[in-house]
């Protein structure tokens, strides 16, 4: 469904992203692990015409030009950014609204969201600035579902998070593996494997390990080495 | 009390240009992410380039009299957006990423070409321009109890008002109802959130600059008959419209066109005591100060959610 081929990402002299290939299959949930620095953001970047990027990127067989994010969102593939980025100074109905901006009918694809998040219907009238951190993330992670994503790119959805919040989310990314493809950027390993069907393992911007989800949750080695646990 | 009325009556309409310079600005401000201190230098040369078709189409004999100027005034207008939409592409996409001090750099560098410019190509004369609405003042007498009243109001006021107030709505709906002003309020509010519902930020930062010098260039061409038409012509404009952006806090957009009202009208307050004659615009910047220290946000800006 997204195939990514030999794709860099620099900025100036720095060289983010080396040339790295992966793919995301219909309904698949896969993972981008890797520490601080090492190039996820980047590489979600790349893909969505956010930065200038080199290598192919393939949304459905079809070559994307990622001259801006527009391309890319109205064709399918919506990104949920890292640290939240919602509009703080409008409410959180605003905020929903504009996530269809390009691509999504509010009134279909609102439902799905308030499901998902009830507290979200709650706080409708509420300005988003003055949301919890968590209640913040809800609302990005809701604001891409609004767009009707076929790939929904996720950077981080348990950055900051308590615990128990972090479990719900992913209880709720996990569902989404019914309606959609998702690739999930995460520090959190365990987590993040634990719902995915394959993972990549980035380190300095290249890919050094590649696989099942499951088999690299078991492989010791693997998470001592790359993983930090 | 007739010099305070007569204070409010040419405040006003000075007071809303000033307040449609520092829209401009805080947009810039706000979407583009720099002060931009050429905005009045370059609305100087598109009303220069306005004035210099006017004559031209005198010389060829194309149009007549005062329909001359109407004439000349697209031209003038879509100078002025091509200015932006230009500076956006050619100088501010190359810089924006690296840092907002080389943005700031560029606008000062561009203040001085445009100055230079006007002198180079045109001249450092002062020229006059012609009125939107020519002719003699209105001016009301009061009668019975409000006998002492008598205010003059100047004719060509009543168009700067009721352009400024048309502006001022179609910039608000503009603002609320269409796709491109959603576009511009998300993209001040976060730009990697835009981005990530599928707004083209560099595309919003070239409309943001268009549109912010067309607006310069609309007061350029209502203030030339006052001030006429030199290459510093704007320079109070522009400073005071930057005063306004300040009053209005760069927050909310028409904060910016109140707070130049409330400017405007000031400076013409001040004017009417004679010991204070000559100090107009250190007692508004004093103010300013004191907005700055005991209300950041400006005067006008909505209660502020915690930030993300
Ligand atoms: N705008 C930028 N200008 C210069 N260097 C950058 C820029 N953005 C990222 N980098 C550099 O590129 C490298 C990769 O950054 P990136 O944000 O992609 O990492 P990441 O894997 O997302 O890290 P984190 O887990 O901390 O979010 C880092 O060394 C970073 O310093
Ligand atoms: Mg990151």
New binding site residues.
């Given amino acids: 469904m997204l195939e990514v081929a030999d794709l860099r990402v620099s900025?100036?002299p720095?060289h983010?992203v080396n040339g790295i290939s992966f793919t995301v299959g219909e309904g698949e949930i896969v993972s981008i692990l890797?520490?601080?620095?090492?190039?996820?953001?980047?590489?979600l970047f790349g893909i969505m015409g956010i930065v200038r990027s080199r290598g192919s990127v393939k949304f459905r067989g079809e070559e994307l030009r990622r001259r801006s994010p527009t391309e890319p969102t109205s064709k399918g593939m919506v990104l949920c950014p890292?640290n939240r980025r919602i509009f703080p100074g409008l409410t959180v109905e605003e905020n929903l609204r504009l996530g269809t901006f390009v691509r999504g009918e509010f009134k279909e694809t609102a439902e799905q969201a308030y499901s998902l998040f009830p507290i979200l219907k709650e706080r409708n009238r509420q300005i988003a600035g003055s949301l919890s951190g968590g209640e913040q993330q809800m609302l990005a992670v809701g604001r891409a579902l609004v767009a009707n994503p076929e790939v929904l790119l996720l950077d981080?959805p348990s950055l900051g998070l308590a615990p128990v919040i972090v479990d719900e989310m992913f209880r709720v990314l996990a569902d989404l593996r019914k309606k959609m493809a998702v690739l999930l950027i995460e520090?959190n390993a365990v987590k993040a494997l634990s719902i995915s069907d394959r993972a990549y393992v980035?380190q300095n911007g290249s890919i050094v390990h590649s696989g099942e989800a499951g088999a690299m949750l078991r492989d010791d080695n693997l998470r001592k080495a790359y993983l930090g646990m | 009390m007739n010099a305070f009325l007569q204070a409010i009556t040419i405040g006003i309409p000075q007071g809303a240009l000033y307040g449609l310079m520092g829209f401009g600005i805080a947009m810039i401000f706000r979407s583009a992410g720099t002060l931009n201190f050429s905005h009045g230098y370059s609305a100087m040369v598109s009303v220069l380039i306005t004035l210099t078709t006017i004559e031209w189409f005198f010389d060829a004999g194309i149009v007549e009299g005062h329909a001359a100027l109407f004439a000349a005034i697209p031209v003038g207008l879509i100078s002025g957006a091509v200015f932006g939409v230009l500076i956006d592409l050619l100088l501010m996409r190359r810089v924006k990423?690296v840092s907002p001090a080389s943005m700031l750099m560029i606008t000062l560098g561009l203040l001085l070409v445009f100055e230079g410019t006007a002198n180079l190509v045109w001249s450092p004369d002062y020229e006059s321009f012609p009125r939107i609405l020519p002719g003699p003042p209105f001016i009301f007498e009061g009668t019975g109890a409000l006998e002492e009243i008598r205010v003059v109001f100047r004719r060509n006021d009543l168009a700067v008002m009721l352009i400024a107030l048309v502006i001022s709505l179609s910039l608000a709906a503009v603002m609320k109802y269409t796709k491109i002003g959603l576009a511009i309020r998300a993209r001040g509010q976060d730009p990697v959130g835009a981005q990530a519902v599928g707004i083209n930020t560099n595309r919003v930062d070239s409309i943001v600059w268009g549109l912010a010098l067309l607006l310069a260039t609309v007061v350029g061409i209502l203030v030339a008959p006052i001030t006429r038409v030199h290459p510093t012509m704007l320079m109070n404009t522009q400073l005071l419209g930057i005063t306004a952006a300040v009053l209005g806090g760069f927050s909310s957009l028409f904060g910016a066109v109140w707070g130049g009202l409330m400017i405007g009208v000031l400076e013409r307050v001040i004017d009417i005591f004679p010991a204070l004659d000559g100090y107009e615009t250190a007692i508004i910047f004093f103010l300013i100060i004191l907005v700055l220290v005991f209300k950041p946000q400006g005067i006008f800006a909505p209660k502020q959610g915690r930030k993300a």
Avoid at chain 1, 34 to 43: D, L, V
């Fill in positions: 900025y100036g720095i983010a890797g520490a601080n620095g090492a190039g996820k953001t980047s590489t890292e981080e520090q980035l | 990423h």
